[in-house]
Nanobody, 124 residues
Framework: QVQLVESGGGLVQAGGSLRLSCAAS????????MGWFRQAPGTEREFVSA????????YYADSVKGRFTISRDNVKNTVYLQMNSLKPEDTAVYYC?????????????????WGQGTQVTVSS
């Protein structure tokens, strides 16, 4: 059984930083790409960032490019999302997910397993 457990969310003032972590178990973590998505109340889940299986290729939504950094540690089976210069519009529940392929995809339907989410709230 694959499990993804996110942590690191919380309340932060605009301009601040948070680092999200997603610990994976139950699967060969290093074989597959990973992604972060977010969902604000009343909106659809949106793609934030993804990283390929080896960690040497990353991709970001335009809304977070230059502020967020995704990384992974295949020894610790963990993927991270460093979020800097946070804005109130970044407020959402953040989910990590694992794909069925090695390479980056932004399509939610290519992500087979999802974490339970962690709340990020940015106050103005």
């Amino acid at each position: 059984q694959v499990q993804l457990v996110e942590s690191g969310g919380g309340l932060v003032q605009a301009g601040g930083s948070l680092r999200l972590s997603c610990a994976a178990s139950g699967r060969t973590f290093s074989n597959y790409a990973m992604g972060w998505f977010r969902q604000a109340p009343g909106t659809e889940r949106e793609f934030v960032s993804a990283i390929n299986w080896s960690g040497d290729s990353t991709y970001y939504a335009d809304s977070v490019k230059g502020r967020f950094t995704i990384s992974r540690d295949n020894v610790k089976n963990t993927v991270y999302l460093q979020m800097n210069s946070l804005k109130p519009e970044d407020t959402a529940v953040y989910y990590c997910a694992t794909t069925t392929i090695r390479f980056i995809t932004t399509a939610p339907d290519r992500y087979r397993y999802w974490g339970q989410g962690t709340q990020v709230t940015v106050s103005s």
